[in-house]
């Protein structure tokens, strides 16, 4: 899933997103909720309408942006006081709010509300987080349930995500699963990874989460990945995942190729007339050189940003269509190796 | 024509451009001799091939940018010395100078070097530089002449337009475009206009120039104009413009409307549900609200410079489909008349 923050993919326009075949995109709720404001939204006719974007939207819970972007945060069972990083206001966000404020922008799937904090965490720290993220999954599910029945369209379309929490102690993830799995979501996430720990560790903690979760229902590993693990992820059992890193480092010039990230603001790509990928097919592979895209670049233009933009976000769905290929043919190992081997070296 | 100044229309991809239906566009030569190098463009095929971009392309002369941007000027007979605005460097720009960059881009029309002056300027000072011009373009025209031939497709393919000077005197104005029809231009510019002069006198300075140029030869007015002008300087018998209005006011969050100037980023647009404009065709206008191109600007995300870009530059190249229609229909100056009324109020 592309990100789309604030209610747009950072360089690309909806038309674009749709010629890249994005099917669902992730939009942030604490953002959103802060600006224009839910309500605004929901008057609006919900954030499809407001954004002119008719397929799916998935919204965070906020969560994890509270912890991450805003200051003062003070956590009690009830919830998490915080305030805006945009104006200094105070705000309560619990997991009733959540599903109120997601509710009212009429995303298809919406987060339950969970506990992030800081990594590595003592076994104490993880287990008392896991423990809250459940009580405050309960709370959604049953606060969901009876919203659901008599909040209108939006609010009855909805799907609602349980998350996986647990640091990275496998007892704490399994008993996490075990007590999310009774609450009945129909799809899971797993939550609090790749925030520092190794790979090997991230695919460990998500194994052990993913083992237990059901195989007909979606189970999405939440902010990941680089274009090398997202195959280790699939093959552990995740559906979905959502990640900044292709627009992110598109505007920051660091375009993904089959061959491996290409930095393209470098010397060598002046006179370089070769496409950013040969082997993409994309629109801006079609027309432009690295060496046009190195000058707009250089000259710190617009039109760099969107263009890399457009690339890498066809680069990264593009990577999921080779892996549901990969799958067909049996051999998703053979491709999550290639992709390792070509992303081990250093940027070009 | 919409205005790439360093190979690139700011927030639209040549896509969109050819979508928008542009079938010429302005490169600035001064920003391109001096990054990438006009020299590297040539080594790659020229500007069309290097930005991708197959339509017309013109250039100017880079003499306005040296006035304007660059430190250090000095101006003698043999040409114009300037440091570089992006490191300090110093060069030396003359008449044949300027043709060698534009033959090395690879335009398809390139403008002769002229002296451009400060404003408002003395009767000796616009005759000094209006006769310096004059000197200047007897060199480019024989050197253009005397290459042309020898110097390849792109040299032979390009049309070379002489540019009228004279401030806001009307005798130096027709002085000048008497000297430059001697030299048989395919095209002829009317330059240093629109420059702090008072509509009425761009227009009074424009149409004694123009009505001594020949009818079958394009005329081009440089660096305008505000949509309701566009029509005035049409009837005076103008071909060609550019201005970077529509592209810079859109990132300023202005966007031009059938009823006027709409500046998006006014609370009232907070739930607006209409188009940018109602009477708009464009891409935009069928899509998005001007609530979410509010929200957009307010949120300081680059979709909204790209829509934004889009609507104003399909408004512009719009204006020009009407002129021509009402041209067909005999009633430009009622069109005209209806596009002040609508600009004569301050934005909405």
Known sequence: MPVGTAATVKGLTQDALEELGAGIILANTYHLSL????????????LHRFMAWPRAILTDSGGFQVFSLSELRKITDTGVTFRSHLDGSE????????????????????????????????????????KRTTLWARRARDYFTEKAGR????????????????????????ESARQLLEMDFPGYAVGGLAVGEPHAVTCEMTGEAAALLPRDRPRYLMGVGRPEQIADYVSLGIDMMDCVLPTRAARHACIYTSEGRVLIKNARYAQDERPLDTACSCAV??????????????????????LATHHNV??????????????GFGNLAKFSSAM?????SGPA
């Open 35 to 46: 600006r224009p404001g839910h309500e605004l939204i929901r008057k609006l006719g919900g």
């Open 91 to 130: 705000h309560l966000l619990t997991p009733e709010k959540a599903v109120e404020i997601q509710m009212a922008l009429g995303s298809d799937i919406a987060m339950v509300l969970d506990e992030c904090i800081a990594t590595p965490a003592s076994r104490d720290v993880a287990e008392a987080a896991m």
């Open 151 to 174: 909040n209108g369209d939006s609010g009855a379309a909805q799907w609602q995500f349980g998350i996986v929490q647990g640091a990275t102690f496998a007892e704490l993830r399994r």
């Open 285 to 306: 592979c079609k027309r432009y050189t690295r060496a046009y895209l190195r000058h707009l670049f250089a000259a710190g233009e617009i039109t760099a940003a969107i």
């Open 314 to 327: 066809h680069f990264y769905l593009d990577i999921m269509r080779q892996i549901r290929e990969a799958i």
């Open 340 to 344: 390792h081997a070509r992303y081990a």
